[in-house]
């Protein structure tokens, strides 16, 4: 993933108004990739862009976010989406999260900042598992450099007693 800010964040929502307020509130943020969409088959046509963050409603009127959602891992796995509904249904939350939704968010008032906090925890995250990463690749390297300096200093034991 991109830097916070460079990173490009696809916006689904079939709420003009949702759209232009998440919009402006994102580059107000610092975001400057951020791109909206009306509806589902819109933003799945364009999926081919890489998004790095989906901010998702559930109701789109063409598709449900779940569907949406569903397509989004089937393409990349590495994709964070986050959910913004007005749905508070039990099941949907959960069953956005068991999908590999990143968050649920309930649209009400304080919606911009629970958009805010959960993009700054999603951030946190990806860099702990880039780091957890790039950790792994080192001890792996450095499992391969002993495993290595082992064999060979085998080897010259057995050359030197024969």
Do not use: W
Request: glycine share 4%; with cysteine; hydrophobic share 40%.
């Amino acid at each position: 993933m991109a830097n916070k800010f460079e990173s490009k964040i696809y916006v689904v929502d079939d709420d003009p108004f949702c759209l232009a307020t998440y919009d402006k509130h994102l580059r107000a943020q610092g975001y400057e990739h951020v791109h909206c969409f009306l509806s589902g088959a819109d933003f799945l046509a364009e999926l081919n862009g890489q998004p790095d963050v989906v901010l998702l409603d559930h109701d789109l009127g063409d598709m449900t976010g779940l569907e949406v959602l569903k397509e989004i891992k089937r393409f990349n796995t590495n994709i964070f989406v986050i959910f913004a509904s007005s749905r508070q249904q039990p099941e949907i939350p959960t069953e956005s999260l068991k999908n590999g939704a990143f968050d649920y968010i309930i649209k009400d008032e304080s919606v911009l900042e629970h958009i805010t906090g959960t993009l700054n925890k999603l951030f946190i995250v990806s860099d702990y598992l880039k780091k957890k990463k790039i950790n792994n690749r080192f001890f792996l390297f450095f499992g391969l450099v002993l495993a290595s300096c082992s064999l060979f200093s085998y080897l010259y034991e057995v050359l030197r007693s024969s």
